[in-house]
């Protein structure tokens, strides 16, 4: 009987630590929003409670709903305690019932937040490897542009974006296709000449254009 009422005090810590976690307001401690108010539900049917708690769950908002699995939760644990010594059997249903409220409370606050933040870092990651891509690609071209020797001279930003775009797409391609280790910015990257999305989803198109090359040589020297 004892181990059934250290699993409540263990469930309501947990749910305690879950609800820190979730989207919910922190402006109300866990104790005053979820186990104070339970005393307005003295002398109910309990199943209503919990029916009446969680309502329509498809309608409610993210927030609605971690606190609705987690006020469940909560009233669940209470009974398994305020019954466990007269009626353990009936004590043990509605502690695992509660476990389950917890799992579901947790799935709603913890998972999503988590994914969220893989999410975040997964952007963050590909923005990063993206900007040093376009480092090592604009000291190429302007290596390209202090060494040309072509037969047409380069004359301004506009000029040398035009004659170089060909050669230094060329570059970026060739260092995405060639990557091989997991350092280099361009390893394991899709080709960027195809595009994933909209109208022209798997056509090809240049990862650099002429725009950029112009921003790339606007403060550069050219021959007048």
């Known amino acids: 009987m004892q181990k059934i009422a250290d699993k409540c005090v263990e469930l309501i810590e ?3 630590q879950t609800y820190q976690e979730s989207s919910i307001p922190q402006d ?4 005053a ?40 939760a909560c009233l669940l644990a209470d009974m398994a305690f305020n019954i466990h010594k007269k009626n353990p059997d009936k004590a043990l249903d509605y502690l695992c019932r509660a476990y389950l409220a917890a799992g ?5 606050t913890v ?19 993206r900007h040093q891509q376009g480092k090592i690609v604009r000291q190429y071209a302007e290596q390209l542009v202090r060494t040309w020797a072509g037969d047409t001279p380069l004359t301004n930003p506009s000029n040398a974006a035009r004659s170089l775009k060909k050669a230094v797409n060329d570059y970026a391609i060739e260092r995405f296709r060639n990557a091989t280790d997991p350092s280099d910015p361009f390893y394991n990257k899709s080709d960027p000449r195809v595009l994933a999305t909209g109208e022209d989803k798997g056509k090809a198109k240049d990862p650099y254009s002429e725009r950029t090359l112009r921003g790339w040589f606007k403060g550069l020297d050219f021959e007048q």
């Open 14 to 16: 947990a749910l305690k």
């Open 104 to 108: 579901w409370a947790i799935n709603s």
């Open 111 to 129: 998972e999503p937040r988590v994914l969220k933040r893989e999410r975040t870092n997964s952007s963050r990651n590909a923005a990063n490897a």
């Open 28 to 31: 109300i401690p866990f104790r």
């Open 33 to 72: 929003r979820f186990l104070d108010s339970l005393k307005q539900y003295i002398g109910r049917d309990h199943w209503e409670v919990a029916e009446e708690l969680y309502g329509d769950m498809p309608s409610k908002s993210q927030t609605e709903k971690e606190t609705a699995h987690i006020a469940v």
